[in-house]
């Protein structure tokens, strides 16, 4: 049996919460509403929470069978990680993608969703609560951007050029001291490099044709199951660094993404030598 | 000549109202896509950048007529007018669109720059947020200000100097020579995290309000930094080239480095850049 998602529904949730819950907060953080979660960096705000419990419980209404796996609810029961390789169907949320940005007053953070069915991700929402706008794929039906107004583009990646004129994305800071160094180096050959510290932007910058590649180290999969979805909808591929294919059940192992095979293969040749 | 209140607040309201007009409403925009390249794939110019130059110039015009006015779309045309802001009376220098790679792109990273100076010092220094109508002012011996689009104003501060491994820090090594890049990309390993945002208008903004802990750039196109230097400057921080010396209006070669305090500027400068 095929699985029938109301991805509309899903979208307006992502919608909601950012209208409510995550927007009227924005650069408008007092002291208190910052705390301390794993590291200093690593930062949780009132939006963060606030808008899960929202998505969480319009999530419940839509698909009640749906395990619920979101940043929040694994930082309080590390367990469900685990569980979302065998889940029948599961829905992962990042309620903010971003969060350093967002605490910063930088406008770089984003709302992400994904579906996943027996172990594969079968639906992503990247969601944008500046431009109320998202990019949305169901898998086998393309990568979509679709407008406040209801316009829909469809979204491709573009032909990667020759490696000394490659933009792309390098999430350097999960590697131990003398890989990242290494690889940092070896970066000093691409046109640019970035690191926006907001995946949701990354994928969505990527799927625009403006980058020609994302790697990343550390693999929460609230932060890389949808974009990998909409990446490889917009006619990315998309592998772990060691070339096997990224799922919802992995960690860790890097995932790097390019718009085909023979970048693929080049980036990771040339730069990302792991 | 010295600025007064109401020529800060009139050099506000024109570059919100261009952001407004010229730039917001081609953001994302499909029918607004037109986009050339400078020097490379990512040294853009767009329509925004060209039509807000042009609205900005235009309303400094009309109140100061004899003013000497740098944009970084008229450079392209007439590099002496960069040389001439060492000395020129009252120059006013403009960055319409910064970070036009971002904003070409659909990231909303991007900023508008107006730089006031006076005989080669810079007086005043707008930094605007067209995406979130809000803007960093400062003025020379004044402080430096976030004006929120609400009209509430509040004044701003550079963060606390805090150790190496603790730092949160942009170096935009691209502009570095070829053999001193993967040094200083290198040494970015030994801080807590780096960013790169390709926007000196949201690096600035973000050290200015004590987000982040330093920014270098070895670029020094003045629309990029006159504004930004003197906000970070106004704001408590410590901003000098790479040799040590004031950065000055009309100066495009070196390096400059912005950092909470002289200390950590020296820090940085050791431990990053590898200068002694």
Known sequence: ?274 | MSLLDKDIEFLVATVRDAAATEILPRFRNPDSQSVAEKTSSIDLVTEADIETEKRITAAIRRLYPDAHIVGEETYDADPSVVPALADADLAFVIDPVDGTFNFASGLAAFGSLLAVTVKGETVAGIIHDPVMGDTLVAVKGAGAHFHRRSGEVAPIRVAAPVALDEMVGIYAWGHATLERRPVIAANMAKIRMALSLNCSAHEYWLASTGKIHFIGHEKLMPWDHLAGVLVHQEAGGYTVKLDGTPYRPGEISGGILSAPDKESWKMIRREILGIW
């Open chain 1, 1 to 274: 049996m095929s699985l029938e998602l109301d991805i509309a529904s899903l979208a307006n949730t992502l919608q909601e919460a950012a209208a409510v819950e995550i927007m009227p907060r924005f650069r408008n953080l007092g002291e208190g509403d910052v705390r301390m979660k794993t590291e200093a960096i690593d930062l949780v705000t009132e939006a963060d929470e606030a808008a899960e419990r929202l998505i969480r419980d319009r999530v419940a209404e839509i698909m009640p069978n749906a395990l619920f796996v979101g940043e929040e609810a694994v930082a309080a029961d590390p367990s469900l990680l685990g569980k979302l390789g065998q889940a029948d169907l599961a829905v992962v949320v990042d309620p903010i993608d971003g969060t350093f940005n967002f605490a910063s007053g930088l406008p770089l953070f984003g709302v992400m969703m994904s579906v996943i069915s027996k172990g594969e991700t079968v639906a992503g929402i990247i969601f944008d609560p500046l431009g109320n706008d998202w990019l949305i794929a169901e898998k086998g039906s393309g990568a979509w951007l679709c407008a406040p107004d209801g316009n829909q583009t469809q979204m491709h990646v573009s032909p990667a050029p020759e490696l000394s004129q490659m933009v792309g994305i390098a999430n350097t800071g999960y590697f131990d001291i003398e890989t990242r160094r290494k690889i940092l180096v070896n970066l000093a050959d691409v046109r640019l490099f970035t690191s926006y510290r907001c995946a949701a932007h990354e994928y969505r910058v990527f799927c625009g044709g403006h980058m020609h590649f994302l790697m990343y180290n550390k693999l929460m999969p609230w932060d890389h199951l949808a974009g990998t979805l909409i990446s490889q909808e917009a006619g990315a591929y998309a592998a772990r660094l060691d070339g096997s294919p990224y799922l919802p059940s992995h960690v860790d192992g890097g995932l790097l993404l390019a718009p085909h095979k023979d970048s693929w293969n080049l980036l990771k040749n040339h730069i990302f030598t792991i």
